[in-house]
């Protein structure tokens, strides 16, 4: 049966806060509480990346589905698609999710945060209170979903490389743990000041080594990658990723799929394949059309300066990169470009930009 490469749950407001260190109370996230609207304070500030954290009542999955497509008909208001329902025991129960899993026809999922996207941008400036956060955060993922359970649920552990010796020793524990697969944010990495560092930097080879050595792969999940306040802001856009609220319209065209295209940049051009060669990283809701830009770029530059490739890119991205296409792009030329065994099938469910029944995604391979 399938194996679907991007599913989610929606977390508990004690996700990050229950293991979380005593002394980063008032940096990492807060759970603030007036009547019955909740909102998260994030590094002392409210965080707008989910507008209602307690996801109840939340998005009826799939009911995006035509928006996404762009394929909404004439006369029909775009927000009228939005439907909302309380939420199901399978989006926070690890044995309502096998159950779900069965009735859908999947034998395993990889399971990513939805709140948890936007929380190591939101602390980008506290090197100290991201790694309490992120830790805290795996420590609450082992008690409510483990991270190989029943060997079909893989929750992915998130990891930040601001600090990398604090990176490796979570590695290291979420490994022992019996992870299978880990989160790594698509973006620069933070420093604690204005300037990042790229996720190629040798500072990070111990982690890429680990995780080599382990096979385990690295997945890049869409995410807030800071990206709005890089590129969207100096247009006049948003500087913070809110993409529940009204939308950056420039904003969304300015940065598209930069983040993921920048990251794996990032990884090839500064090296990293080269030095961990069996190391192997997955692009998760991140869509497949950068794929083509970031070769002929690469290629170009190869072209220009040969000695810094060891061979063509498009190999390189053939032997270590997996992609999770959007459902209604082009699926045959993804697999013609990158080879179709490179290719994951991933349904984002239980969004509602995702696949409703996702199963369905088979309905999209009629080129195959």
């Known amino acids: 049966r399938p194996v679907d490469a991007d599913n989610h749950y929606y977390e508990t407001l004690d996700a990050f806060t229950r293991h979380l260190d005593r002394k980063f109370r008032h940096r990492g996230v807060r759970v603030v509480q007036d009547g019955r609207h909740v909102e998260m304070v994030i590094g002392g500030r409210v965080n707008n990346f989910i507008p209602n954290p307690t ?32 939420i199901r025991p399978e989006y926070r129960d690890r044995e309502a999710r096998l159950a779900t899993m069965d009735s859908q026809g999947l034998d395993a999922v990889l399971l990513f945060p939805t709140l948890g996207c936007g929380v190591e941008q939101a602390l980008i400036h506290d090197i100290p209170a ?26 992915a552990p998130m990891i930040s490389l601001a600090d990398p010796d604090a990176a490796l020793a979570e590695v290291d524990r979420v490994l022992a743990l019996g992870a299978r697969v880990i989160h790594v944010r698509p973006a620069p990495v933070p420093t604690g ?59 969304g065209v300015l940065i598209g799929d930069r983040a993921i295209h920048d990251t794996i940049a990032s990884l090839i051009v500064d090296g990293v394949f080269t030095r961990h060669p069996t190391l192997k ?12 830009p970031l070769v002929k770029g690469l290629r170009k530059l190869a072209n220009r300066a040969p000695r810094l490739f060891a061979e063509d890119p498009l190999d390189t991205i053939r032997r270590h990169v997996w992609v999770t296409p ?3 792009e082009d699926l045959r030329k993804l697999a013609d470009t ?25 309905d999209e391979l009629t080129a195959f």
Request: net charge negative; aromatic share 12%.
């Open 338 to 362: 990158i080879g179709v065994e490179r290719v994951l099938f991933g349904s984002d469910w239980p969004h509602g930009e995702g696949l409703a029944d996702p199963a369905a995604f088979t």
């Open 326 to 328: 959007y459902y209604e």
């Open 281 to 292: 990283v997955a692009s998760i809701e991140n869509g497949s059309d950068w794929v083509y």
């Open 55 to 86: 996801f109840d009542p939340v998005i009826v999955p799939g009911c995006l589905d035509l928006q996404f497509r762009g394929q909404i008909p004439e006369g029909v208001d775009p927000r009228s698609l939005t439907k909302v329902e309380p």
């Open 193 to 251: 000041t204005e300037k990042g560092r790229s996720l190629g930097d040798p500072l990070h080879d111990p982690v890429w080594a680990r995780l080599a050595e382990a096979n385990v792969p690295v997945a890049f999940h869409l995410g807030d990658s800071g990206y709005n306040a890089m590129i969207s802001a100096p247009w006049g856009g948003s500087a913070e990723f809110a993409p529940f609220r009204a939308p950056d319209l420039l904003g």
């Open 130 to 155: 991201t790694m309490a956060s992120l830790t805290a955060f795996n420590r609450w993922l082992e008690d409510d979903w483990g991270y190989f359970h029943q060997d079909r649920i893989l929750a």
